[in-house]
């Protein structure tokens, strides 16, 4: 089956600063990349996507980029704030979604 | 509008016992799932259900299993509780089968003492 590895597993940065979080896949197959918000108590929500056809997509302060060949993307938050603090999610999916273990991302006000 | 609803919240089970997580979706889709989460190992996936009817066994289905009621309820059940059984569970339903937005519910956190 497919294998996500998340890093770093856990992130402090300042408010206002970036906050880049990557993943790796291993199966050439996968075709749908989502990142998800965990809050505290809460179930994970979708914040961002990217499919296979496309290599960068952007939304507001958040950015995912795919590089398929290197089977890797990354989760870009620019001018972090603290509401911003939570765990952090990727996954790659084709047809079933396997999970990275998360970053738990700090913002200092 | 509701979205995926999970009932209970919290749990506590002695081993050996037996208990039904339940989960209900208002959003017509066909495809739903539990998953547990557990520290440092994130989502894994114990069974999903493509379509109503079907059922199959996710990364880690052992001790569990599930009912797909109809379209919009996905129970799971544990047999006889172990320890190992302690995290917080989580089901999740999307319209088709991991190439589009899963939703999720508030979670279940089970404890087996």
């Known amino acids: 089956g497919e294998n996500v590895e998340q890093h770093p597993s856990t992130l402090s940065v300042q408010e206002g600063d970036s906050a880049v979080i990557k993943c790796t896949y291993s199966?050439?197959?996968?075709?749908?990349f989502p990142w998800y918000k965990q809050e505290l108590g809460k179930g994970p929500q979708l914040i961002i996507d990217i499919r296979s056809n496309v290599g960068e997509k952007k939304d507001q302060r958040i950015a995912v980029t795919l590089n398929k060949t290197a089977k890797h993307f990354s989760l870009h938050i620019t001018e972090t704030q603290p509401e911003d603090s939570a765990v952090y999610f990727c996954?790659?999916?084709?047809?079933?979604?396997?999970f990275g273990t998360g970053t738990s991302l700090t913002v200092i006000p | 509008n509701a979205g995926v609803t999970q009932t209970p919240k919290f749990q506590v089970l002695k081993t050996g016992q037996s208990m039904t997580l339940q989960c209900a979706q208002d959003?017509?889709?066909?495809?739903m799932y539990w998953y547990r989460q557990d520290p440092g190992m994130g989502l894994r996936l114990i069974y999903y259900s493509a379509s109503e009817g079907t059922t199959d066994k996710g990364e880690v289905p052992n001790g569990y299993n599930v009912s797909r009621l109809n379209k919009r309820e996905f129970s799971l059940r544990l047999e006889s509780a172990a320890p190992s059984q302690t995290s917080v569970y989580f089901c999740?339903?999307?319209?088709?089968?991991?190439?589009?937005?899963?939703?999720f519910g508030q979670g279940t956190r089970l404890t087996v003492v």
């Open positions: 959003m017509n889709h066909n495809s």
């Open positions: 999740a339903s999307d319209s088709t089968q991991g190439n589009t937005e899963a939703f």
């Open positions: 996954a790659a999916s084709m047809g079933q979604f396997y």
């Open positions: 199966d050439s197959a996968s075709n749908y």
